[in-house]
């Protein structure tokens, strides 16, 4: 394309964006080209600088806290592409444990819904459970409000970003949404295979055709990287983890405890395989400490329990049984679909540092 050519495009974008609509309020958000992606979704409400910036403060600010102890990010570090580094159960206030393994953020843009049994519908709703939670921040919507709204640097903050509305529960999930929004993972080895700019070993290779041959790996249903390079169709499924034969068995009742479907019990979000380099331990109770242990459940430890999924192809016989050579190649790839820029990153690191 030429420059002129550019420019036009440019000029297009930032229409079709409505920047004029936003720039009383700061300069619209320039997200990167994700040309390999399907389209981005993104909410109504424009992302701007400004949103983007403020999000980013009470991201990492304890005074979302009841004893102004943690952040979110005490518990979605970045070096750990924004989940709990190593442990299971993330510590919330007063030293509680969470329930579940700490997920990663990163491109929530295309998750249709959040948490491991997809509670939350949106960016900016999930925000409150971990505020209110009372294991986990332990503060009242309204006791956060007068916070903020007490706050000279916060109110200057808001006014920057949202101009002269009063600060109110609805412009503080936008703001931590618009941060949250901005952390895009699409730049590790394997994106920079399928653009050209590298090439990926033989053995990171023959991982990404394992995953995708149904008669191999068989995990393309549920974990794209073929069709998307996403990680996940973030659907719900039951892998075949537990060998439970009665649907009442499942204590963590996954998606089945949000819609009461006795079906749905056992069901969680399916992850996605991006950027398992730096979020161990896996599964929603972190239960494998290794990849390596993943691959061997999935080659011979999985068990034909009530409600697996069907796409489970392999089920009936236990797992994929690939060989040890095999499962290798499988993970040399997930290491290739690790993106080390997105924990590096500074534009999403602790702004009070
Ligand atoms: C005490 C640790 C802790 C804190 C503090 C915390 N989280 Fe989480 N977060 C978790 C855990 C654990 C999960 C998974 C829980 C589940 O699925 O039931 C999670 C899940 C999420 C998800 C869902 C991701 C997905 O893929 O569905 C988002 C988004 C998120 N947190 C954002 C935040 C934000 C924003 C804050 C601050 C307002 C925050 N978290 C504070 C531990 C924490
Ligand atoms: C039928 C759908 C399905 C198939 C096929 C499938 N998975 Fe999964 N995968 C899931 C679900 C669901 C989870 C989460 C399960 C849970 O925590 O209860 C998961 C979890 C994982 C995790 C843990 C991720 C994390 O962040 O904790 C890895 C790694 C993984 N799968 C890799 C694979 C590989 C490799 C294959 C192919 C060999 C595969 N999966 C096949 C549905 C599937």
Known sequence: MTGKMWVILLLLLLVCFGFGKAGKNGSLYLFPQMPLFPAMPLPEHPITNSGVALGRFLFYDTLLSRDSSISCGSCHKQEYAFSDGGIRFSKGIDGKLQKRN???????????????????????????????????????????????????????????????????????????????????????????????????????????????????????HCHTTDSDPIGSTFEFSNNGLDTFKYYEDYKDAGRGGVTGVMEERGMFKIPSVRNLAFTAPYMHDGRFRTLEEVLSFYSSGVSLCVGIDSKMGFAHTGGNHLSEKEQESIIAFLMAISDSSLVADAQFANPFR
């Open 102 to 220: 700490t997920l990663p953020l990163f491109n929530l843009n295309w998750h249709t819904s959040f948490f491991w049994d997809g509670r939350a519908e949106c960016v900016e709703s999930q925000v409150f459970h971990p505020i209110t939670d009372s294991s986990e921040m332990a503060l009242t919507v309204s006791e956060l409000v007068s916070r903020l709204r007490r706050s000279v640097f916060y109110r200057r903050k808001f006014r920057e970003a949202f101009g002269g509305k009063e600060i109110d529960s609805e412009l503080i999930g936008n703001a931590i949404g618009q941060f949250e929004r901005t952390i895009l993972s699409y730049r590790s080895k394997f994106d920079r295979a399928i653009k050209g700019s590298t090439m990926l070993s033989k053995q990171e290779l023959e991982g990404f055709v394992l995953m995708n041959d149904m008669t191999k790996g068989d995990c393309l």
